[in-house]
């Protein structure tokens, strides 16, 4: 540990800003800024506008089908809503989300004074903003924005118009962004731990995330070069998915969905880490099986990258790869089942509060698992063909993603916030946010199974009128649920603004290296390294 | 922020010396995946993939005690003008001997086309075990406006079919070759 120990002094000599300097002001502080924190922020913040962003495309959606028929929109601009809905949550809301954390909290979970790689730090970030700023202009485009889903299957995703190739860039430049974003985590979590940080005395946020940085080297290139296939097929005479030249179409299914499923582990790890984080603190208990849970965050990871073809079990794949993919999937319920476990036996006789962390944190166990339960149901192979494709697929994934990984996102807001800006949020909007999202989100995406199940095809614009009663019920749920996010707006507003001041431990049940630190956390902290016990780690 | 000092910095070169090697391959394998997934149909027969190659005309034993039946079907890919269709659309057989058929293709065009078919064999398992020794699909297609023509097929299916598969479905599409006279 003494090698450790000179590098951070060094660190700490070295720095050129002097430590106690204020940062530059103005928009050149921003663009140029290489600090953790102030990188953080601005991830979160494009987090937040995108969240938005798609979340009005959502609602273009939902006001669509409200009612049977077409009274809104044309079904190729409807299309494009979908489409795009997605590519803006995954890659602009929820993804970016979980960077910022990841660039606030991880330096300090770990004692370290910054990224790894702070210069680095900055580029990933300011290629969000031109990735975003490309793919959102392709709505403005002849042809319109892409439209053939996310998932951008051929040949129907190369029928796209003049949009196709921005698209494509946009993807290949949110891709390097992850990439270097996963590289700089590494990096800092295997370097610059502060002395007596050994692994298993990592928080559970760091776990999930250098777990999660892992996943995303090992996919997002595989994406990069599924989706070159698919320009050189459009633009250069290729036939990796053309059958006539010897491609295949359903081998980017393949390609893609290899991607596809380690991504969506990337999407809710880190929620894991953020809740396995939150529980202990309003249980006023430790974490129950620290070891179990990050042995089953790497069992999910790794599984995660053998069940791709539990996402196409009807394109005609032989029964050994069917039966495959289906117990390989199920497989996934053991970890997984570990970590509901976990968090239950850590509340179980705590001394619970119900701060709006702690109540996010628990409508994610419950909702969360609720979705763990219809992906079980569509696991099954022979179930799966009536399921495919249909409004049950839609609920399942919007149930780990909402209530999964946007919660996470929350309850993590609520739970630093009052460590970013120095100023305790206004809990009892906090508690009104929760309440109106929880019951939106439900009124939202449960009828949406009763929905799949009676057979509603996704991705239309209109559709028979026995679907019109739980359509309906739905999009009054998604207008609940959409409008109630302004309140979290106005939260963080008025708490970054003002209110009453926030110690350095806010929570009484909170432990960890950033509760050790003044609120709001100086621009820089541990310029000297903490040294870290067995004790002050599991307490 | 300047670099650590030499053990951190050591450190931190020696990650993303590893993390971007891992990149790189991932995108290698990426690719990779195209020739392995072919391998891989090939070998197992899996999505119905037949050979291309021209079968072994060999004897086999014909076993008549067993009757498959084989039916056939005929599709046009994109909105190409052509006329495409078997002209039985199944026959009965017995594995270990040669049957032809013929399927009819026309250009319904003023224009000359170059087309190629693409074979497909369900259940996919079945392909291993379905042998072409004649095919138009062995090569492209070329008419002339308006020509029309019958194409041969020459086939037996192997006894060693798993006995659980009675019907087998030879499916062709046909594709317009770009910049072809089309």
Redesign the interface.
């Given at each position: 540990m003494t090698?450790?120990t000179?590098?951070?002094?060094?660190?700490h000599d070295?720095?050129?800003h002097g430590h106690e300097h204020a940062p530059p002001r103005g928009l050149w502080r921003w663009l140029s800024t290489?600090n953790h924190k102030d990188i953080g922020t601005m991830y979160l913040v494009l987090s937040l506008t995108m969240f938005f962003i798609g979340g009005a495309m959502a609602l273009v959606i939902r006001a669509e089908l409200f009612r049977p028929g077409l009274q809104l929109v044309e079904p190729m601009f409807f299309n494009q809503m979908t489409t795009m809905h997605a590519l803006v949550m995954i890659f602009g809301a929820v993804m970016p989300a979980f960077v910022g954390l990841a660039n606030w909290l991880i330096p300090m979970m770990v004692g370290a004074?910054?990224m790894?790689?702070?210069?680095m730090n900055n580029w990933s970030f300011w290629i969000m903003p031109f990735a975003f700023a490309l793919l959102l202009s392709t709505l403005f485009m002849d042809g319109g924005g892409p439209a053939g889903g996310w998932t951008l299957y051929p040949p129907l995703s190369l029928q796209t118009g003049a949009a196709f190739p921005f698209v494509i860039l946009s993807i290949h430049m949110m891709g390097v962004s992850s990439?270097m974003g996963?590289?700089n985590i590494?990096?800092t979590i295997?370097?610059?731990r502060a002395p007596g940080m050994t692994l298993m005395r990592m928080p559970l946020f760091v776990w999930t995330w250098l777990i999660t940085a892992?996943l995303l080297?090992?996919?997002?290139?595989?994406?990069?070069?599924?989706v070159t296939?698919l320009l050189t097929d459009k633009y250069f005479?290729t036939s990796?998915f053309n059958?006539?030249g010897g491609g295949?179409p359903?081998?980017f299914q393949?390609?893609f969905w290899?991607f596809g499923h380690p991504e969506v582990y990337i999407m809710i790890l880190p929620a894991f880490g953020i809740v396995s984080q939150i529980i202990p603190t309003f249980a006023r208990k430790p974490l129950f099986g620290y070891a179990s849970m990050v042995y089953a965050t790497a069992s999910i990871a790794f599984l995660s990258f053998i069940v791709w073809g539990h996402h196409m079990f009807t394109v005609?794949?032989?029964l050994a790869?069917e039966l495959f993919f289906m117990y390989a999937t199920m497989l996934i319920a053991v970890p997984t089942g570990v970590k509901v476990f976990n968090w239950i036996s850590t509340m179980w006789r705590g001394s619970m509060t119900f701060e709006t962390p702690m109540l996010f944190a628990i409508a994610f166990v419950v909702l969360f698992t609720i979705g763990g339960f219809s992906g079980l149901m569509l696991a099954i192979a022979p179930a799966d063909f009536q399921y495919q494709d249909t409004y049950f697929v839609v609920a399942h994934f919007h149930y780990v993603l909402v209530p999964g990984a946007v919660f996470s996102i929350m309850a993590a807001a609520y739970y630093w916030l009052p460590k970013w800006t120095g100023h305790m949020y206004d809990e009892k909007l906090g508690r009104l946010h929760f309440w109106c999202s929880a019951i939106g989100v439900n009124i939202l995406f449960f009828p949406q199974h009763f929905l799949g199940l009676a057979g509603m095809p996704r991705r239309i614009p209109d559709y028979a009128l026995q679907f019109a009663e739980f359509n309906m019920i739905s999009s009054i749920g998604a207008f609940i649920f959409g409008f109630s996010q302004l309140i979290f707006l106005w939260v963080v507003i008025k708490c970054v603004r003002g209110g009453e001041p926030a110690p350095a431990k806010p929570w009484e049940g909170a432990h960890g290296l950033e509760w050790t630190v003044p609120s709001p956390a100086p621009h820089h902290t541990f310029q000297t390294p903490p040294q870290i016990t067995e004790a002050e780690a599991h307490s | 922020m300047s670099p650590p000092v030499p053990a951190a910095a050591a450190g931190v070169q020696r990650s993303i010396r590893r993390t971007l090697l891992v990149v790189v391959a991932m995108f290698g394998f990426g690719f990779a995946l195209v020739p392995l997934y072919d391998v891989l149909c090939q070998v197992t027969g899996l999505n119905g993939k037949t050979r291309a190659a021209v079968a072994d005309a060999a004897p086999m034993p014909v076993d008549e005690a067993r009757t498959v039946i084989v039916e056939f079907i005929a599709s046009v890919n994109d909105e190409a003008p052509w006329e495409f269709r078997p002209d039985v659309t199944r026959i009965e057989v017995h594995p270990g001997r040669f049957y032809t058929t013929h399927f009819y293709a026309r250009n319904r065009s003023e224009t000359p086309l170059a087309g190629q078919a693409v074979p497909s064999v369900a259940p996919g398992l079945a392909s291993l075990h379905f042998h072409k020794i004649e095919c138009f699909c062995f090569n492209q297609q070329r008419f002339a406006p308006g020509e029309g023509r019958e194409m041969p097929v020459t086939f037996r299916i192997d006894p060693q079919l798993p006995a659980e598969v009675g019907t087998v479905t030879l499916s062709y599409t046909f594709f317009r070759l770009p910049g072809q006279g089309g």
């Open positions: 090698a450790t000179a590098g951070h002094d060094a660190v070295g720095h050129d290489t004074p910054d790894a790689l702070p210069r990439v996963a590289i590494i990096a295997l370097n610059l892992y080297i090992a996919v997002m290139p595989v994406l990069a070069g599924a296939m005479g990796f059958a006539a295949d359903v081998m393949h390609i290899f005609g794949m032989p790869g | -």
